[in-house]
Structure formats: structure tokens, C-alpha cells
């Protein structure tokens, strides 16, 4: 399939892929697609599969007191899943949804399992992938603790250069902690 290439070339960026993990890789993952605004990954099971996308944009949340909370959004070339859940295989917080439509790459956890034990060079990936996701992670942490709503949106905006353009709003407003009037106010003075 011509589309596999993508992901292929993902990994090439991190560690170089052997002809049998390559097949190993390919041999394991499956295509799906999910409409704009349906439900990716429902807090109440576990997640058994992590998303490679391939076109799209999804959006990670938790529900407090009955309202959505963004925690992060994926865009074309990463992964996703709901992190403990997948790892820890426990039910855990995180709802993933699609906010447009969007093409994904799954694999399972057991199939990741099997290629870390059987082909070392997969921890290096994980490694070297991780780092970058870690580093997002504590700036997102830093931004949340000790800046203004004019710096966390400049912030998110720097983030998500790429993609800020595509997310609804409400989404946005809820990722900085702020309402969505304070953010129209914000994006009208910038």
C-alpha cells in the first residue's frame, strides 16, 4: 500500500528500519478512518490501540463536572492514544475524538509489544520519539502554571503553528483554561 510509506518514513526518522522490521511493521498495522466528531477512543474501556495519523486531526479531553477538557491535539505524523490506559491496560480519563476527517494507521498493543522485544532498534525509536512528546509536555506544564492567557495563547498558537487554524474555538478555549469570550478578546487584540 502507497500509503504505508508515511509511516515508514516516520520511523526512518528515528532509528533505520531493517527489510523484516519493515514487513514485521506493515504485516501488523491496519488503516481505519473516523468521521469529524466521532468518538476515537471512549474513556470507559481500555485502550488497546495507538493511531498513527495519516491525515486528520484529533483531539485528547477529560470530562470535569460534565465539560469537555482538551488536553492535547494530533495532527499528521504522530501517534496517539490515551497514554496509561494504553500502557497500564486500565481504564483511565482520556476520550479521544476526531475533530475533522481522519485517516489512521492502528496498531495494537500487543503487536508493539511484540516488535520491542524482537527488534531492539524499537526501543531506540520509542526513546527518541518520547523525547520530543516529554519536552511538549513540560512547556504545555510551564505555560499552565506561569503565564498570562495572552502568553498561553501566543504559546499555543507557536505549539500548534501548523494546525491552530483547524481547531474549533471552544477546543482551544478549554486547552488554555480560559472562556471562550476571554479568548475572542485575546485573538482581537493580537
Given at each position: 500500500m502507497q500509503t504505508e510509506t508515511i509511516l515508514l518514513a516516520h520511523f526512518e526518522k528515528y532509528i533505520q528500519l531493517s527489510d523484516n522490521l519493515q514487513r514485521e511493521l506493515v504485516s501488523r498495522i491496519h488503516f481505519k478512518t473516523f468521521k469529524k466528531g466521532e468518538l476515537v477512543h471512549d474513556a470507559a474501556t481500555v485502550c488497546t490501540e495507538s493511531y498513527f495519523i495519516q491525515k486528520g486531526l484529533l483531539r485528547t479531553y477529560f470530562l470535569k463536572d460534565g465539560k469537555e477538557v482538551s488536553e492535547y491535539f494530533s495532527e499528521e505524523g504522530e501517534w496517539v492514544n490515551s497514554p496509561r490506559s494504553f500502557m497500564q491496560r486500565k481504564v483511565d480519563i482520556y476520550y479521544i475524538d476526531a475533530i475533522?476527517?481522519?485517516?489512521?494507521f492502528c496498531?495494537?498493543?500487543?503487536?508493539?509489544?511484540?516488535?520491542?522485544?524482537?527488534?531492539p532498534e524499537m526501543e531506540r525509536y520509542a526513546r527518541l520519539s518520547m523525547g520530543t512528546v516529554f519536552g511538549h509536555l513540560m512547556e504545555r506544564i510551564t505555560s499552565l502554571r506561569f503565564t498570562t492567557a495572552l502568553e498561553k495563547y501566543i504559546h499555543f498558537c507557536?505549539?500548534?503553528k501548523d494546525v491552530y487554524h483547524r481547531i474549533p474555538l471552544?477546543?482551544?478555549a478549554s486547552y488554555l483554561g480560559i472562556t471562550q469570550e476571554t479568548l475572542s478578546r485575546?485573538?482581537?487584540k493580537k
Open positions: 475533522e476527517n481522519t485517516e489512521v496498531l495494537h498493543v500487543n503487536d508493539l509489544v511484540y516488535l520491542f522485544e524482537n527488534f507557536e505549539t500548534y471552544g477546543m482551544v485575546i485573538r482581537a
